[in-house]
């Protein structure tokens, strides 16, 4: 691989992982975090919608599932209790497998590669 074709691919990646990983800097100063490891096998899936749960996700406290950012969103807008089959409330609380410290560093680095600087990486390289 180029140096060219690294560059690329670091900057696709930044333009789709920066808007995320913003919002989830975002999620993790909610109150009442709930924060687990990352498990790459089996990977995590919503347990409404079976997409893959990278970064917002919440969990049902009522029925212990985890819902990715969508199905939250659509639960607060309809008022559907689409978690459970229980007539309960359902308290959505907010999920991380991101350490603060690493979501704050990939943002300065992403922000860097999308300005066109050097990343730290590179700099330590040389
Ligand atoms: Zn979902
Ligand atoms: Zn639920």
Redesign the pocket.
């Known amino acids: 691989m180029t140096p060219q074709i690294a560059k690329a691919k670091m900057i696709a990646c930044a333009c789709l992982l920066l808007p995320l990983l913003l919002k989830e800097q975002a999620h993790i100063q909610l109150p009442n975090l709930i924060c687990r490891p990352r498990e790459l096998i089996p990977r995590v899936t919503?347990d409404?919608?079976?997409?893959a749960l990278f970064s917002s996700c919440w969990f049902c406290s009522l029925c212990g599932r985890e819902?990715?950012e969508?199905?939250h969103c659509d639960m607060l807008t309809t008022q559907t209790a689409k978690c459970s089959s229980l007539n309960g409330i359902h308290v959505l609380l907010p999920v991380t497998r991101f350490k603060n410290d690493e979501v704050i560093n990939a943002i300065v680095k992403m922000e860097l590669i999308l300005k066109g600087d050097k990343t730290p990486q590179e700099d330590n390289e040389v």
Request: charged share 10%; proline share 0%.
């Open positions: 919503c409404i919608c079976s997409s819902l990715c969508d199905c």
